[in-house]
T-cell receptor, first 114, second 111 residues
Framework: DVKVTQSSRYLVKRTGEKVFLECVQD?????MFWYRQDPGLGLRLIYF???????EKGDIPEGYSVSREKKERFSLILESASTNQTSMYLC?????????????FGPGTRLLVL | AQSVSQHNHHVILSEAASLELGCNYS??????LFWYVQYPGQHLQLLLK??????LVKGIKGFEAEFIKSKFSFNLRKPSVQWSDTAEYFCAVNDGQNFVFGPGTRLSVLP
């Protein structure tokens, strides 16, 4: 089975702290994604990456950065956490074959910024 | 930019009622379409997906969805819901460059 793991299920940070959210997938997928999920707003794409060292902005990249130094790992960084970044963060990876893309999600990290 | 809308924010049904959740997207080209479900306290799970071929797609747990290209719609249906279908349902669209989710519809099924 494909496994997408996230480093923490729950995190509590203070305003202004630097926050790292780690995501690792074990199926050699090229594509990885970071989303945040908020009530009433659904899933929103923050950043995605289609290859090592490549990154593309999603719909809401402001206040975030990412790092993809290795194929299996995609990190989301909050340089200076703010209370409006309190959310559920979901990582996903995907592969494309025959024109079809299949996406797998991790369990999520619930971040609370005080 | 691609956008995805879902018709209802919250749907409340009694058990055995029929379900239809609406989903519309804005992109006019070739798309892949998905419905995901998130049960309380659990991960997102893929219910069904459409890439090509028969526009009526059957998924897990008795769900199906119909792609109507002329209406830019991909509505999710189930003929008879159960209490265990209580969850949040997300429609998503991949146009080859962006993977966009709708805002979600919360379904509450009353026993």
């Amino acid at each position: 089975d494909v496994k997408v793991t996230q480093s923490s299920r729950y995190l509590v940070k203070r305003t202004g702290e630097k926050v790292f959210l780690e995501c690792v997938q074990d199926m050699d997928h090229e594509n990885m994604f970071w989303y945040r999920q908020d009530p009433g707003l659904g899933l929103r794409l923050i950043y995605f990456s289609y290859d090592v060292k490549m990154k593309e902005k999603g719909d809401i990249p402001e206040g975030y950065s990412v790092s993809r130094e290795k194929k299996e790992r995609f990190s989301l960084i909050l340089e200076s956490a703010s209370t409006n970044q309190t959310s559920m963060y979901l990582c996903a990876s995907s592969f494309v074959t025959g024109g079809r893309e299949t996406q797998y999600f991790g369990p999520g990290t619930r971040l609370l910024v005080l | 930019a691609q956008s995805v809308s879902q018709h209802n924010h919250h749907v409340i049904l009694s058990e055995a009622a029929s379900l239809e959740l609406g989903c519309n997207y804005s992109y006019g080209g070739t798309v892949n379409l998905f419905w995901y479900v998130q049960y309380p306290g659990q991960h997102l799970q893929l219910l069904l997906k459409y890439f090509s071929g028969d526009p009526l797609v059957k998924g897990i747990k008795g769900f199906e969805a119909e792609f109507i290209k002329s209406k830019f719609s991909f509505n999710l249906r189930k003929p008879s819901v159960q209490w265990s279908d209580t969850a949040e349902y997300f429609c998503a669209v991949n146009d080859g460059q962006n993977f966009v989710f709708g805002p979600g519809t919360r379904l509450s099924v009353l026993p």
